[in-house]
């Protein structure tokens, strides 16, 4: 059976410059640490993680990552809830944005601008 989320390059490539072409002065991305997805799917039941989109105080953007049950719910942990240590909060933020930290020989990133 294929995962149903697996693309290839083409495809991936198709998808974001798409996304440029319509959204030319949007992120392009961004870019979360392994250990990120790692704290979160060392969760009791975690078989996912879903990604909010989200906005700081200031107005800027951000993303909310949690981890999911096989069901596809939000894992919340009750406020104040305990955690082994290096385990976090449960809920991850700040992702690295692009720009300005993009890869600028990726084909999914497009052209960068100048420095």
Partial sequence: MSDRHS?????????????????????????????????????????????????????????????????GKDIIRKEGAKSAEGDGTGYEEEAEPCPSNCDCESPLNGECPPP
């Fill in 7 to 71: 693309i290839d390059l083409a495809t991936a490539v198709d998808l974001t410059t798409r996304w440029r072409k319509h959204h030319p002065d949007a992120i392009k991305g961004a870019m979360f640490p392994r250990a990120s997805f790692e704290r979160l799917l060392r969760q009791e039941k975690a078989a996912g993680i879903r990604i909010y989109l989200a906005e700081k105080p200031d107005g800027s953007w951000t993303n909310v990552m949690v981890a999911t049950t096989a069901e």
